[in-house]
């Protein structure tokens, strides 16, 4: 497990947590000491662009008082002193308290570019979509969303098909939720929801096709929703 958006690195972590995970994802290192002041401006700029990447890009934070020897692997001889790794390897370095912009740039270049297929889903439209499929035909953004478009103009069958191309998540499951609803014609008006689910949970403990049916209304709320939970519950003490 690599370090997380401000993860202190040590002499003793730096080969695993640094040179190792560099090999996964790009690692940035962040050279500092408890007095120097420009780090204490630094530090919080590169948490925050590095934890807006949403872990495409790593920080490391290395006190070099506490950690001589990652000081000198680097030749540090001013600090703050930043290092960006992929693959083990140096690929770009800053020194000083640069202004947020520059510490944005030098974050961005670490982050992978699009695909071809990437592009194509960002357009979203049907065709676009296939075409991202073509290039890549286990492009997960691009299968769900082709699948929610194929459900909205009733082609279910093929949606549900495209959906087992890829590994389940909760966005699958609610694409599928929406597809075998929509194919039985039991999908609620949102005013209808809750009598629905309520109605639903009085028979969901003889009555297979009500458990699938609440279960699919539950994956189209999805985890956010508190009814979700609540519901989930109830059905759990109906049945055990």
């Avoid at 520059?102 to 695909?115: D, K």
């Avoid at 499929?133 to 953004?141: G, I, S, Y």
């Avoid at 689910?197 to 956010?224: F, H, I, N, T």
């Amino acid at each position: 497990m690599g370090p997380s958006a401000t993860g202190d690195v040590t002499d003793a972590t730096f080969e695993q947590a640094v040179l190792d995970r560099s090999e996964q994802a790009p690692v940035v290192v962040d050279l500092w000491a408890p007095w120097c002041g420009p780090c204490k401006t630094l530090g919080p700029v590169l948490e925050k662009v590095i934890g807006e990447t949403d872990g495409k890009v790593e920080l490391a934070k290395v006190n070099v008082d506490e950690s001589p020897r990652v000081a000198a692997t680097f030749r540090v001889q001013s600090i703050p002193a930043v290092f960006a790794l992929r693959d083990r390897q140096i690929v770009d370095q800053f020194i000083g308290a640069v202004p947020e912009a520059q510490v944005r740039a030098f974050v961005e270049r670490l982050l992978p570019q699009p695909s071809p297929a990437d592009k194509l889903v960002f357009i979203g439209t049907e065709d676009a979509l296939r075409a991202a499929l073509d290039l890549q035909p286990d492009h997960p953004a691009a299968v769900v969303g082709l699948a929610e478009l194929l459900v909205g103009r009733g082609a279910t069958e093929e949606a549900l098909s495209l959906l087992a191309r890829v590994p389940e998540t909760a966005e699958t499951r609610r694409v599928a939720a929406l597809a075998r609803m929509t194919e039985a014609g039991s999908l609620p008006t949102s005013g209808d929801l809750e009598a629905k689910l309520d109605a639903l949970l009085e028979r969901v403990r003889d009555d297979e096709s009500a458990r699938q049916e609440l279960l699919d209304l539950l994956e189209m709320l999805g985890p956010d929703d508190p009814r979700t939970n609540r519901y989930r519950r109830a059905m759990t003490s109906r049945l055990f």
